[in-house]
């Protein structure tokens, strides 16, 4: 029962153009939403957050938007760097604060 | 360098065999947890730890066992190892058990179980 779902395991982008990633749940008590990026050989690592009682939170090249109604959330990066090249994990947690969700992964390719 | 070291980094076992994960924290959180990757599924939760001397099972505990016997340490045993075991295992920490807190990663013990 995946709650948390990245639908589209790879994307490719050029360098300089907008990198934008997609993640759905169906939990509706989910309350905090966060992404993590991961390079090869290394563990993820805490990109952005969002909280339910918000619909963007912006840092710097990143992006997040919640559409709480669609259950859907994405991760813009603009503009996207080589050294964005990683896989991107969605996750989230609700109540249960132990009980984090992740998603499959996506893998950004950013092409120089 | 404050974070989370694991240990072994990669390791090779028989079916059947006992093995135990290590994972070590410096940065005096006081969460912690167990995570599986397996192609196409994403991180799992295994077993969970919100403070020294508790723990508690997350969605794919079974075959695990931990213990929390200090702040720092937060190892993870395989009594009897099965080939269902092989994946990547990742320990991860955070200040505390919070929905807005996002957990620190180690980098993860590639499992291979024949």
């Known amino acids: 029962d995946q709650q948390v779902k990245q639908n589209s395991p790879s994307l490719s982008v050029q360098e300089g153009r907008i990198s934008i990633l997609n993640c759905d749940y169906t939990?509706?008590?989910?309350?905090?939403f966060l992404w993590y990026k991961k390079y090869p050989a290394e563990g993820p690592t805490f990109l952005i957050s969002?909280?339910?009682?918000?619909d963007k939170n912006e840092d710097g090249r990143f992006t997040v938007f919640l559409n709480k109604s669609a259950k859907h959330l994405s991760l813009h990066i603009v503009p996207s760097q080589p050294g964005d090249s990683a896989v991107y994990f969605c996750a989230a947690s609700g109540d249960n604060n132990n009980d984090m969700r992740f998603g499959a992964g996506t893998r950004l390719t950013v092409k120089p | 360098i404050a974070g989370i070291t694991q240990a072994p980094t990669s390791q090779i076992l028989a079916a059947g065999r006992r093995m135990t994960l290590r994972c070590t924290q410096d940065?005096?959180?006081?969460?912690m947890y167990w995570y599986r990757q397996d192609l196409g599924l994403g991180l799992r939760l295994i077993h969970y730890?919100?403070?020294?001397?508790?723990?508690g099972k997350g969605e794919v505990p079974d075959g695990y066992s931990v213990s929390r016997a200090n702040t720092d340490d937060f190892p993870l045993t395989l009594a009897s190892a099965v080939p269902s075991q092989t994946s990547v295992y990742f320990c991860?920490?955070?200040?505390?058990?919070?929905?807005?807190?996002?957990?620190?990663f180690g980098d993860g013990t590639r499992l291979s179980i024949l």
């Open positions: 991860a920490s955070r200040t505390y058990a919070g929905s807005g807190q996002p957990q620190h």
């Open positions: 730890s919100n403070t020294a001397g508790t723990t």
């Open positions: 969002i909280s339910s009682i918000k």
């Open positions: 939990n509706s008590m989910f309350d905090y």
């Open positions: 940065m005096r959180h006081n969460a």
